[in-house]
């Protein structure tokens, strides 16, 4: 067996050859089938059925213009549609399940698509086996092969033995070599897909679906009522289905399902980049409504790079420098090195490696049995066999140790004073003990059968000392408290330290709880009213289990709060799935941990945890704002279409090319300005929005409805002033028309920000999409308004220089009021 693995261009070699370790899954959608779909929208129905009218009635002018504006509008949906689509599959490969491998002589954690036949992979309890392989070593392992065989037992196996893709590692550890990935494997032969991630619609979605389709249902009755009016009022039918039609597109918010599904997927995929990977958009719906976040210490708040600062035995101090330990504490060092699994990854297993030397397993040693840590025994215990003695190494929470070594009350009571002490110091405090065999164990020869079923019972534990582990605080870590405090969100502590040591590491990130910490089986000893007001007034927990994580996310949630709760291990699986949001943790947690969660952080670090939720909070703000803007826009839209039907003396202004013509700027300006909107800097002192409480408050609709009917009121004026002055039906329409266009640029531009105005968002906010749409959609105005071929294909009338002047003051009147509420409302919030 090559210990070392394979070097990274022997694994690069071979995944050319044997392509990614991926089995069958969804397939992409092509361009055809996104044509397709698109094509099957109302907006693009409507315009077809608007050609093929104008083609009735014998215009062929605006047939083919029509006929053209359903290419430019299939463009830019089809465009869309691809860029929601790559950013969907780029968030599943980033999904997909990690491997623990050997590269290059070291341990490290890959993407399981890249494990490649010849790998070693490293085994561990929670973990999924991402490729075959056979067994080249083991302890005590057991698999779940249900995803294979439909058989949930867990099945032990042996050096030698097959292990399949897909299989739950549920106990132990062990190292196998790839034989077989891909589409190759036992998985991959009978066409499962595993871990395939659907891209569900959240409850967002289908509302927004159920609102479109129910204005649908309103724009069916305004075509019957247009057509009736207009053929009896003016005599044509052909040109009321026209005007219907017209009247129709500009009723229907298309763009809500457009700017969910996109918005959502390119969120995800620029959360991502901020080592934030969302496993289902209903997971960025909730981030922006966080009231409780639950977090692990070690290694999310802290570096989770421990080290052995100091060795304590029976009142001796030595502080470990680089160097050698005496003799000694070389000892309490190897033994508390032993006491770990044989290829141990976590942080404080390895700091004890480290401490007692590289050689610390020597080849004479023989792992028998191992210990693992459970509810009512915080200690690790591994069984060695070296010769003919037999002996346990066990290390552990200072209490529990002194239990297992049976000390007497006032022995421990000494043991509990030290560990207090270093405890004030912000220390982790670990026991080490020594398990001496029976002689009825020891008698005879040792054979296998009698390895097997040793227990702790034939064992006699004396306790050695004490070690003491520091983990420095990540970087950041208590300014994102403040940041999360200011944000109304509540940081809870969860360690598996020592109370002492949790109050001193929570004073130090600023979580300030009058210096109260609760125990976590002290949580299971309360009623359910005493539960609610502890959880009201505490926010550090030491010594608490998977179980107790489970009773904190439910009282919390008693309380009604919308609870976050991070994880990594197995165990923490239940937990993670009852939170609002679970996070697993992608660098130390488990593959059944990740697969509970709705996000996981690459980095496992709070400070990415708090940029989540930031970056989560910006894309539930600019869905507002883009539907908002959809709203306003389409207000006076509609308005302009439908109102002048009804006096049979008045021109009909917006006929189907143009209300279009607004779309090919609305899609865009939905689709690009509101999504690469930045987050507005002061989004993390707003308190969380109410859960469930929908994309809109009361006061939001009415804020979008009064922007839509002051546009309105502004070019209805126009088009009033334009008949008064005795304008000609195409003038009219291009002074009423191009108010219009200037009052959608002024919105767009206003709607960008809630709190700044049009020139401070300018001046202070870079998006690179504004000047392209702004610029664009002004430039297509002047030449439809000066070009004579597509002046006279839509219409429309030569205006004079004053009339530029004329629209662009009555657009900005439509929305004037709005920038003057957003000057005040800043000026009393002092902001």
């Not at 000390?407 to 009571?413: A, D, M």
């Amino acid at each position: 067996m090559n210990v070392e693995g394979l070097t990274s261009l022997e694994a690069q070699t071979r995944l050319n050859i044997f392509g990614a370790n991926s089995l069958p899954g969804e397939a992409r959608q092509n361009f055809l089938s996104i044509s397709f779909s698109v094509v099957r929208e109302p907006m693009l129905i409507l315009l077809i059925l608007a050609g093929a009218i104008s083609f009735l009635i014998a215009d062929l002018a605006d047939a083919i213009l029509l006929g053209i504006t359903v290419f430019i509008v299939l463009g830019i949906s089809i465009y869309q549609r691809q860029r929601t689509e790559k950013a969907i599959h780029a968030l599943r490969n980033l999904t997909a399940p990690l491997a623990l491998v050997m590269r290059d002589g070291k341990r490290t954690r890959i993407s399981s698509l890249e494990v490649v036949p010849g790998d070693i992979l490293l085994l561990q309890e929670g973990d999924r086996v991402p490729a075959d392989a056979h067994l080249l070593s083991e302890s005590s392992l057991e698999f779940d092969e249900s995803t294979l065989t439909g058989e949930s037992i867990p099945i032990t196996k042996s050096h030698g033995e097959p292990v399949f893709t897909g299989s739950l590692i549920v106990r132990g550890t062990g190292e196998a070599e790839v034989s077989r990935t891909g589409v190759s494997t036992e998985l991959g032969r009978i066409g499962k897909s595993l871990q395939e991630i659907p891209y569900q619609r959240t409850q967002l979605q289908d509302s927004i679906d159920r609102l479109v389709k129910g204005v649908g249902a309103l724009a069916f009755v305004a075509v019957i009522t247009i057509v009736v009016v207009y053929g009896l009022t003016r005599g044509s039918w052909l040109e009321g289905a026209l005007a219907a039609i017209a009247a129709a597109m500009a009723l229907i918010p298309e763009e809500f399902p457009v700017i969910l599904t996109l918005f959502m997927a390119l969120g995800a995929w620029r959360m991502a980049k901020t080592r934030v990977i969302a496993r289902q958009p209903a997971a960025i719906e909730a981030l922006g409504s966080i009231t409780v976040l639950c977090v692990d210490k070690t290694g999310t708040l802290t570096k989770n790079e421990m080290q052995i600062d100091e060795f304590q035995i029976d009142g001796t101090h030595f502080v470990v420098r680089d160097g050698d330990l005496p003799s000694e504490f070389a000892e309490i060092a190897r033994m508390g090195a032993l006491a770990t699994p044989i290829h141990p990854f976590d942080a404080m297993d390895q700091a004890f490696r480290t401490s007692a030397g590289m050689q610390v397993l020597a080849a004479s040693l023989k792992s028998v049995r191992e210990f693992p840590l459970t509810k009512k025994r915080l200690a690790y215990i591994h069984v060695w066999q070296e010769g003919e003695t037999i002996f346990a190494a066990a290390k552990g929470a200072p209490e529990h140790i002194g239990d297992l070594c049976g000390l007497e009350e006032i022995e421990l009571k000494r043991l509990l004073e030290k560990v207090h002490e270093a405890a004030e110091r912000g220390y982790r405090i670990i026991a080490v003990a020594k398990g001496t065999a029976s002689r009825s164990l020891l008698q005879g020869e040792i054979s296998n059968q009698i390895l097997e079923e040793i227990t702790l019972e034939d064992f006699t534990f004396n306790f050695m000392g004490l070690a003491l582990l520091h983990d420095p605080i990540r970087d950041g870590v208590p300014d994102a408290v403040a940041e999360c405090k200011s944000a109304g969100i509540r940081t809870i502590m969860i360690t598996g330290d020592h109370p002492t040591t949790a109050r001193a590491i929570a004073r130090e990130i600023g979580i300030a709880d009058h210096g109260r910490c609760i125990v976590g089986n002290a949580l299971l000893e309360m009623s359910d009213v005493e539960l609610s007001d502890a959880l009201k007034e505490c926010s550090v927990f030491a010594r608490v289990s998977p179980e107790e994580k489970l009773l904190l996310v439910k009282g919390f949630q008693k309380l009604g709060e919308v609870v976050a709760m991070t994880g990594d291990g197995v165990n923490d699986a239940p937990a993670l799935r009852a939170a609002e949001i679970g996070i697993a943790m992608g660098g130390r947690g488990t593959d059944v941990a990740r697969e509970a969660a709705h996000l996981v952080i690459t980095d496992d670090d709070f400070t990415s945890i708090v940029a989540g939720i930031t970056r989560g909070r910006a894309i539930f703000a600019n869905i507002q704002k883009a539907m908002s803007y959809v709203i306003a826009i389409h207000i006076p839209i509609f308005g302009m279409a439908i109102v002048p039907i009804f006096i049979a003396d008045w021109p009909i202004i917006l006929l189907p090319a143009l209300v279009a013509f607004h779309e090919v700027i609305i899609d865009p300006a939905c689709s690009i300005v509101f999504e690469v909107e930045e987050p507005d800097p002061r989004i993390m002192k707003n308190k969380p929005k109410k859960a469930k409480s929908g994309i809109f408050q009361k006061a939001d609709i009415a804020l979008a409805l009064s922007q839509g009917f002051s546009v309105f009121l502004s070019v209805f004026g126009v088009f009033l002033y334009s008949l008064h002055q005795g304008f000609s039906e195409e003038v009219t329409r291009s002074l009423t028309f191009g108010s219009l266009l200037f009052a959608n640029v002024l919105l767009i531009l206003s709607n960008r920000s809630r709190t700044l105005t049009i020139w401070q968002s300018i001046t202070t906010r870079r998006n690179i999409a504004v000047p392209w749409i702004t610029i664009g959609a002004l430039s297509l105005l002047a030449l439809l308004l000066n070009l004579p071929v597509l002046r006279e294909a839509f219409n429309l009338g030569v205006v004079r220089l004053v009339d530029y002047f004329v629209m662009a003051c009555s657009a900005y009147l439509g929305i004037a009021w709005f920038e003057i509420y957003k000057f005040v409302r800043k000026r009393k919030s002092g902001l």
